[in-house]
């Protein structure tokens, strides 16, 4: 954060983080794509557009979505960038997922491009790893241009009616004309409160002029809850 005071003087400044729940022993499931594709997951190109950035995308199912590259290393990602324009019809459909009682969904996601920003839906099946499975329930999460930076994400599944269900989740990137979407660290666990904790800096003096130029306030790569 950057932030100019009107008057000279000594200031207080603190900073509280907080980090979304669900530590590692409360973990049903996670996916972070350092090693590619996991095994189980399905990926299906349902749009045969003819993609811009080739490769890594060729307009078939196993790039609909393509993890691990060089574009973006330990992410998942998917286009809808096409020549022809078109809008992408691309899916990610996870394993199958055994939830308990209170089980969330977390992810992070971001656009390679803040200037095409990709939005993208989050749906959950509890029949089969298709689309029509997917289809047959609401979306849990849409967006229509995600961030540029990543962006945690979450959903009370248990809330939404899937308690102690077998599902897929399934990420769907349904842009038009945009660049590149990447999602990373898909994780499913308990619900919790997650962690916080205060930083104070107490001993940092930085003296400006303001008659002479009068500083901007301004926020550099904000990171929502």
């Known amino acids: 954060l950057q932030y100019c005071f009107s008057a000279a003087g000594s200031y207080y400044v603190e900073l509280a983080v907080t980090a979304y729940g669900s530590q590692p022993v409360d973990t049903l499931f996670y996916q972070n794509f350092s090693a590619g594709m996991p095994v189980g997951f399905s990926t299906m190109n349902l749009d045969a557009l003819n993609p811009v950035v080739n490769p890594p995308f060729n307009n078939t199912n196993a790039t609909a979505w393509v993890a691990n590259n060089s574009l973006a290393p ?3 990602i998917s286009t809808s960038w096409y020549n022809p324009i ?5 899916w990610m459909i996870t394993s199958v997922i055994a939830l308990n009682a209170n089980s969330s969904l977390y992810w992070e996601a971001r656009n390679l491009d803040a200037n095409y920003p990709d939005g993208y839906e989050v749906r959950i099946s509890t029949s089969a790893q298709t689309t029509a499975g997917c289809l047959a329930n609401p979306a849990l999460f849409s967006i229509a241009a995600e961030n540029a930076y990543s962006s945690p994400r979450s959903v009370d599944l248990a809330a939404a009616g899937y308690a102690n269900q077998s599902v ?3 990420f769907r990137n349904n842009s038009t004309d945009q660049y590149i979407l990447a999602v990373d660290d898909i994780l499913v666990g308990y619900s919790s409160a997650g962690c916080s904790n205060t930083i ?3 001993n940092f003096v930085d003296i400006v002029n303001c008659s002479i130029a009068l500083p901007t306030a301004s926020m ?3 990171s929502p809850t």
Request: glycine share 12%.
């Open 74 to 76: 330990g992410e998942a």
């Open 86 to 90: 078109g809008t992408s019809n691309d």
């Open 168 to 170: 897929y989740i399934c």
């Open 200 to 202: 104070q800096k107490l």
């Open 220 to 222: 550099l790569t904000p």
